[in-house]
């Protein structure tokens, strides 16, 4: 069986190790991510969602922007098209890590969808194929997260506590991966970000899995719950600071039944 193998390198981290990762929990993870972003449905591995200003394509619903295009939050199709490059998976011809969103409107966009343009087909056709390395993308995003998180902070007590609670989700007592866990830690960095990026604030305030880590009650027995909880109140918070504009209110409730996959 193919193994998807990610180092762990971390200075003072519970459990140094290799962290091996087996295709069937690859297939595993990019199913519930794929139900979480799409409800697994075809139709959403291309799709521009209403009151966002750009595309999201894949399993991760991972952001595309049209040329030209500026947004607060991170850009992460290219960055899966430059991890696919490295591992030399065949693409379209024309795409590339610097390629744009071939449409610039939504309308152009779904224009071309209900026409199944070339470009569409050969874009969906590409995504469809290649679920296990997107999931593998995310995988590695993650193993790659802690580090990034470190690095923004400049207390070492904090920073410790950090890497504990990251380990906490990570692994069992005995030091062995812990599956939920390991969904839960690459479900979220995927769907909200590390949370060292700036602009992915609103009020200076976060919602990624720095700010989650942070603000988890390590008291609560239940781990997973713990995250979750964390999770929705630092969801609710950037729904708060939102601008009224984004009506963010309205992602509220499919947010939530996400966060429940994560301890149910």
């Not at 140094?16 to 990762?21: K, N, P, R, S």
């Not at 607060?72 to 960055?79: D, K, L």
């Not at 781990?223 to 729904?239: E, G, V």
Request: a positive charge; charged letters at 30%.
């Amino acid at each position: 069986m193919r193994r998807l193998l990610f180092w762990v390198l971390l200075a003072g981290v519970l459990f140094a190790q290799e962290l091996h990762i087996t295709q069937k929990q690859a297939d595993y993870i990019a199913k519930k991510v794929w139900l979480n972003e799409g409800m697994g449905k075809d139709k959403y591995l291309i799709w521009w969602n209403k009151g966002e200003d750009f595309a999201s394509l894949g399993i991760g619903h991972f952001i595309w922007f049209p040329k030209g295009h500026t947004e607060r939050f991170r850009e992460v199709f290219p960055m899966v098209v430059a991890f696919m490059e490295k591992k030399h998976v065949k693409m379209p011809k024309w795409l590339n890590h610097n390629t744009d969103f071939p449409w610039q409107t939504k309308k152009e966009f779904f224009a071309a969808k209900k026409a199944k343009s070339q470009k569409y087909r050969e874009l969906f056709n590409f995504l469809n194929r290649t679920r296990s390395v997107q999931a593998e993308f995310m995988a590695d995003r993650m193993m790659q997260a802690l580090p990034q998180i470190l690095d923004t902070i400049d207390d070492p007590k904090r920073a410790v506590e950090v890497k504990r609670r990251f380990n906490h989700i990570l692994y069992k007592k005995d030091g062995s991966v812990d599956e939920r866990g390991l969904y839960i830690l690459i479900d979220y960095t995927n769907f909200k970000g590390e949370g060292t990026l700036k602009s992915e604030r609103y009020h200076g305030q976060g919602w990624g899995l720095l700010q989650v880590l942070e603000h988890m009650d390590m008291k609560n027995p239940n781990k997973y719950k713990a995250f979750a909880d964390s999770a929705k109140a630092m969801l609710d918070r950037r729904i708060r600071n939102s601008p009224p504009e984004r009506g963010e209110k309205r992602w509220r409730s499919g947010w939530g039944w996400r966060l429940k996959t994560y301890y149910q």
